[in-house]
């Protein structure tokens, strides 16, 4: 259960607000977000797993307070950055994955083989010695996925997971997302992806403007953009 009490983000060095305080409960097992580049998503995404904390108020998950707790937090919930770059730090895949499993395995031996099992059970069980330079965007956004997932959270926050990634892989990797058996946030411009869930987000101008049924999130984010797209200023 993730819940966000009047949870408000300021940028730091100039004070202006980026996240509105917000309350939500969420706690439904597909949940997107969506909404205009700048509005607030990734901040709202990044709060959950205390990589953004709130300058007021408060986001709890299983009842930790991510401010106290964020270590303990960021195991219960994993994160899916766009680029995957961003969270791919070793050589190869498999140390990749090892080092995922640092905490949760003592025994190199051990770690060895639950990395490799881990690679095998997304696809990439050939790819354990290879560079994580050499393998595809999509290749390299599964590997991610793998790490994330050995820590065994309770959620995977996803911001824009597909975003990079040709045809095929996001068909592939939004597939394996969804089959995931644990809750799922994910931030998508897709819109035909965000109505996936069971409820959606729209945030506008750093605030939920639409909480609700995944099409009429979809309709009312369409709206929202043709009207300022019509009225700049409005
Ligand atoms: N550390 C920061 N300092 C100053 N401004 C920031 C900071 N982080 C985010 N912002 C600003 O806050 C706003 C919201 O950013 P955020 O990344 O949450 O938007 P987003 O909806 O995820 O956008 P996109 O769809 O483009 O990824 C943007 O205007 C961004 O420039």
Same mark, same amino acid.
């Given at each position: 259960m993730i819940e966000f009490k009047e949870a408000a983000v300021v940028a730091p060095d100039t004070g202006v607000p980026i996240l509105h305080p917000t309350t939500l409960t969420l706690d439904e097992p597909r949940i997107t977000i969506i909404g205009a580049n700048g509005s607030g998503k990734s901040?709202?995404?990044?709060?959950?797993?205390?990589?953004?904390? +709130?300058?007021?108020g408060s986001v709890h998950v299983d009842g930790l307070d991510t401010r106290k707790h964020g270590a303990l937090v960021r195991?219960?919930?994993?994160?899916?950055?766009?680029?995957?770059?961003?969270?791919l730090i070793m050589p190869t895949a498999l140390e990749d994955v090892m080092l995922?499993?640092?905490?949760?395995?003592?025994s190199k031996n051990e770690r060895v083989k639950a990395a490799m099992a881990a690679?095998?059970?997304?696809g990439l069980g050939d790819k354990g010695d290879v560079s994580v330079n050499a393998l595809s965007g999509g290749q390299r956004q599964l590997?991610?996925?793998?790490?994330?997932?050995?820590?065994? +959270?309770?959620?995977?926050?996803?911001?824009? +997971?597909?975003t990079l990634l040709d045809l095929r892989w996001?068909?592939?990797?939004?597939a394996l997302l969804q089959a995931l058996p644990i809750q799922l946030i994910e931030v998508t411009h897709d819109l035909e992806a965000a109505t996936k869930a069971q409820r959606t987000l729209v945030i506008d101008e750093g605030s939920v403007v639409f909480d609700g049924d995944p099409s009429?999130?979809?309709?009312?984010?369409?709206?929202?953009?043709?009207?300022?797209?019509?009225?700049?200023?409005?």
């Open positions: 901040t709202l995404a990044r709060l959950i797993n205390g990589l953004a904390l +709130p300058v007021s195991r219960k919930v994993g994160f899916l950055f766009t680029d995957p770059s961003a969270q995922s499993l640092r905490r949760v395995i003592r690679l095998e059970d997304i590997l991610a996925l793998a790490g994330v997932l050995t820590a065994t +959270p309770l959620v995977v926050v996803a911001d824009e +997971p597909t996001k068909a592939h990797v939004g009429d999130a979809v309709a009312h984010y369409r709206n929202l953009m043709f009207r300022k797209t019509r009225e700049p200023n409005a």
